[in-house]
């Protein structure tokens, strides 16, 4: 039976979030928790792939306890077991700590039954770096394979996964073994609605809870602040650019205008002379 966790971050929408001005940090109390994008798009190929070819989706996060609201959206998505670890000991970890922890997790789930396959989200929102999936890949010892937009075959009894991987210019399809570990991108697939069912097993379960001392052999000083060697010294919306000109009048005065632009920005269009 097939095994796929994916790893899941709660994250702040951004499209409504506002920076502090004092301190040039995100001010997180401006903004709704929502379940990250990426994550979204992650879970449900989990799903998708369950159906395809049997087994089951856990899901896996680390961070305050309102973050089992992300996790029971993605019970509706169609998950079927979450694992939220959560402690003070965690807090203010970056990518490095933060794939040390979830990498414990996905150990002890594992124990309970081998782990087949992960599927993290592209990158998070929030920080945009894309490197916590890696990181996991990399503690675990397994292929990472990254911008994943389409999974072509799973086949547990012989080991392998092959996919296709995002290019700018097209795409190339991977072969990998298994256990292996996809990133995806949001064309992978649609997120549609939950259905009703879904909704009501997501409202009445219980997420797994673990703190540190329910993992397993743990390094404290891999955890939180103190496993994390990377500082944000500090975050600034960027400056709005300027407007465009608006050409005013009838077409010939527009056109008269618009060649006056031309003519002051000529320098752009004139032919460098080679040296």
């Given at each position: ?47 998708r792939?369950k159906?395809?070819y ?48 979830v ?9 309970q ?79 549609p ?65 618009l ?17």
């Amino acid at each position: 039976m097939l095994h796929i966790v994916a790893c899941i971050k709660q994250v702040p929408d951004t499209k409504i979030i506002k920076m502090n001005p004092k301190t040039n940090t995100m001010d997180r109390r401006t903004a709704p928790a929502i379940l990250n994008p990426y994550d979204a798009h992650a879970v449900e190929e989990a799903v998708r792939l369950k159906n395809r070819y049997g087994g089951i989706v856990s899901v896996v996060t680390m961070g305050p306890p309102p973050a089992v609201t992300a996790i029971k959206k993605c019970i509706e998505i169609g998950a079927d077991e979450g694992y939220l670890i959560t402690d003070r000991r965690f807090a203010g970890a970056d990518t490095l700590a933060t794939s040390y922890a979830v990498t414990k997790a996905i150990e002890k789930i594992g124990k309970q039954q081998p782990v087949d396959l992960i599927i993290c989200g592209k990158m998070s929102i929030d920080g945009d770096t894309g490197q916590v999936g890696p990181g996991i890949a990399r503690r675990l010892d397994i292929p990472p394979l990254t911008s994943v937009n389409k999974v072509v075959e799973i086949n547990r009894e012989e080991g392998y996964a092959i996919v296709h991987r995002k290019l700018e210019d097209g795409y190339e399809v991977v072969r990998s073994t298994l256990p292996c570990l996809f990133s995806v991108e949001k064309t992978i697939n649609e997120v549609p609605y939950s259905p009703f069912p879904n909704m009501i097993k997501a409202a009445r379960y219980k997420p797994h809870i673990w703190s540190v001392d329910d993992l397993e052999e743990v390094d404290i000083k891999q955890l939180g602040l103190k496993g994390s060697p990377t500082i944000v010294s500090k975050v600034w919306a960027p400056q709005k650019p300027a407007g465009g000109m608006f050409l005013e009048g009838n077409p010939m005065a527009q056109v008269e205008q618009l060649l006056s632009v031309l003519f002051e920005k000529k320098e752009l269009f004139e032919a460098k002379e080679e040296n």
